[in-house]
């Protein structure tokens, strides 16, 4: 399985950004992908999760920002970023895992090792 972010960049701040995960080499179709964030010297953080029957989960710091979806035929997941902050400055990561790993849509998914595959990351830097 291959996953593969894309749509990072430098914005200003009030700016917005799409970021887009393509996964190949995947064959199941009912899943959960997340959407994961680390800035420098800090831990990664979950942002946002959304399963494949459209149940979507937020981070209290993006909600109402920040905007998960997926496209399952394609198998993609987007996070699309409006109002961005300084503070949301960090490497961005796609994940995924397969629903038979996890109880179902009503799970959160916040937590990095409930996810079996990840992506390498797109960098997102806000300025000020």
């Known amino acids: 399985v291959q996953m593969v972010e894309s749509g990072g960049g430098s914005v200003q701040s009030g700016g917005s950004l799409r970021l887009s995960c393509v996964v190949s080499g995947y064959q199941y179709m009912n899943y959960c992908m997340g959407w994961f964030r680390q800035a420098p010297g800090k831990e990664r953080e979950w942002v946002a999760s959304?399963?494949?029957?459209?149940?979507?989960y937020y981070a209290d710091s993006v909600k109402g920002r920040f905007t998960i979806s997926q496209d399952n035929a394609k198998k993609m997941a987007a996070l699309q970023m409006d109002s961005l902050k300084p503070e949301d400055t960090a490497m961005y990561y796609c994940a995924l895992t397969d629903a038979r790993t996890y109880g179902g849509s009503w799970e959160v998914m916040d937590r990095e090792n409930e996810y079996e595959y990840w992506g390498q990351g797109t960098q997102v830097t806000v300025s000020a």
């Open positions: 959304i399963h494949t029957d459209g149940i979507t």
